[in-house]
């Protein structure tokens, strides 16, 4: 770790302030930023600590939609009553995520920034085009189990790592954030960006932005939800596919259905494609099988990963089973 400045931001916009100095970066709950730090991978000259700044509440909003502060803890978010009983698929896609500690100490505005695990990356010894760009990706030919199989390109196949952002993106959240030109939202459907000729940009935020909150729009009356999440241990561990469905019904037929992926993108994977192949159907495994292929279609498999397309397949299919049982 390379010595840095510490400040507290005081406010808002002190934070935003903060960013305008050149190499300064935002520490909330640390849980990724100060990891990269020992790593070597992040070396911001200054470090802004925003943990005093109200942006920690979680509130109902008129139209029966949820505000969630950018500080909200996801231990508190997980368990809260509003989460539990209105999006339930939030608070399953936060407990399956890390450990209680971790969960304790990170917040929603880190979660929605939260960097890839890919070893490369993480490992300054080898090249990687998010650190350096034009420097090459050793994933793409080397050992790539844990990799993307959707959104990859001949840059970058880094996974995207969030649990917490997949259920967000089913739930077509919007994040607001604030900045020196003013405030304005970002549908999280726009908020990421695929790795393409640049992976060092992972989202549309402008120099000197802060995540302020985030708020999700009421659900229909009788939607369901559920989180289902495959990974190599029971516990502490990142997804090698995930799926967050919430889906709206009429007897036995969907009406309406939202999908997003984990663990197989290199941003939160949502799928129109499979919401396309669910909607008007009716609920049985011919159809969810349909709507998995339709969700991985277009999947690249490199030498090691080419199994989570499958692992996807059989998770979504799993999922949407769980949800739409009577």
């Known amino acids: 770790?390379?010595?840095?400045?510490?400040?507290?931001?005081?406010?808002?916009?002190?934070?935003?302030t903060g960013l305008a100095s050149n190499g300064a970066k935002l520490v909330a709950g640390?849980?990724?930023?100060?990891?990269?730090?020992?790593?070597?991978?992040?070396?911001?000259?200054?470090?802004?600590?925003?943990?005093?700044?109200?942006?920690?509440?979680?509130?109902?909003?008129?139209?029966?939609?949820?505000?969630?502060?950018?500080?909200?803890?996801?231990?508190?978010?997980?368990?809260d009553a509003q989460v539990q009983k209105l999006y339930p698929v939030?608070?399953?896609?936060?407990?399956?995520g890390a450990s209680p500690q971790l969960r304790n100490m990170a917040s929603t505005g880190g979660n929605l920034l939260q960097r890839t695990r890919c070893y490369y990356f993480r490992d300054t010894?080898?090249?990687?085009?998010?650190?350096?760009?034009?420097?090459?990706?050793?994933?793409?030919?080397?050992?790539?189990?844990?990799?993307?199989?959707?959104?990859?390109?001949?840059?970058?196949?880094?996974?995207?790592?969030?649990?917490?952002?997949?259920?967000?993106?089913?739930l077509d959240a919007t994040i607001h954030v604030t900045g020196a030109a003013g405030e304005r939202s970002i549908p999280i459907t726009e908020f990421y960006l695929v790795p393409g000729s640049t992976p060092e940009h992972e989202n549309v935020l402008r120099a000197g932005e802060v995540i302020t909150h985030v708020t999700l729009?009421?659900?229909?009356?009788?939607?369901?939800?559920?989180?289902?999440?495959?990974?190599?241990?029971?516990?502490?561990?990142?997804?090698?596919?995930?799926?967050?469905?919430i889906v709206e019904m009429s007897g036995r037929q969907i009406h309406r259905a939202r999908i997003a992926m984990g663990g197989v993108g290199t941003k939160p994977w949502r799928s129109p494609e499979a919401e396309h192949a669910l909607a008007g159907r009716e609920a049985n495994e011919k159809t969810f099988r349909s709507a998995a292929d339709a969700a991985l279609h277009g999947a690249v498999p490199r030498r090691n990963n080419g199994f989570k397309i499958e692992l996807a397949k059989m998770t979504l299919v799993r999922a949407l089973q769980i949800v739409t049982a009577a």
């Open 1 to 16: 770790m390379e010595a840095f400045q510490y400040s507290k931001a005081k406010s808002v916009n002190d934070a935003v």
């Open 30 to 79: 640390g849980t990724t930023l100060i990891d990269l730090m020992k790593l070597n991978v992040e070396r911001p000259a200054t470090v802004i600590d925003i943990n005093t700044l109200p942006l920690d509440r979680i509130e109902a909003q008129p139209d029966g939609g949820l505000k969630i502060g950018a500080m909200v803890r996801n231990s508190d978010l997980a368990h």
């Open 90 to 96: 939030l608070s399953e896609a936060l407990l399956s």
């Open 125 to 170: 010894a080898y090249a990687c085009n998010k650190r350096e760009p034009g420097s090459g990706c050793p994933a793409i030919d080397g050992y790539n189990r844990i990799h993307a199989v959707l959104g990859g390109s001949e840059h970058c196949i880094a996974t995207h790592p969030s649990d917490m952002c997949v259920a967000m993106m089913a």
């Open 217 to 245: 729009p009421a659900l229909a009356d009788g939607a369901k939800s559920h989180y289902l999440k495959r990974r190599d241990r029971a516990s502490y561990e990142f997804a090698l596919a995930s799926a967050a469905v």
